[in-house]
């Protein structure tokens, strides 16, 4: 039981990473293609990726809260949220 309540933290803590990637790499990766074309693919993973990892996480999080109420599950739960908003402001708010 307590792999998962790890598993929740950690999921938490890649979610707060992942908006922040596309966000570094805007530039450098795409900026400077000649035919951005070609990584139309990766673009559009960067961009689905953090929001789909963010929604699993909350979902993942809140049933193993109502399991179990740790500690790490309620840190992966608010770091999922976190992560999320993130995603939400860099990609509507700031247009990033």
Do not use: D, E
Not at 10 to 27: A, D, E, F, T
Not at 31 to 41: A, L, P, R, S, T
Not at 56 to 64: E, K, M, P, V
Request: proline share 4%.
């Amino acid at each position: 039981m307590k792999k998962k309540h790890q598993f929740v933290l950690i999921l938490g803590i890649i979610n707060v990473i992942l908006p922040v990637i596309p966000v570094l790499s805007h530039r450098g990766w795409f900026g400077m293609v000649g035919n951005g074309w070609k990584f139309i693919w990766v673009a559009a993973i960067m961009i689905l990726l953090p929001f789909v990892s963010s929604l699993a996480g909350i979902i993942i999080g809140s049933i193993q809260l109502k399991k179990a109420s740790t500690k790490p599950v309620k840190m992966g739960l608010l770091l999922s949220c976190t992560g999320l908003v993130m995603h939400l402001l860099f990609r509507f708010v700031f247009k990033l």
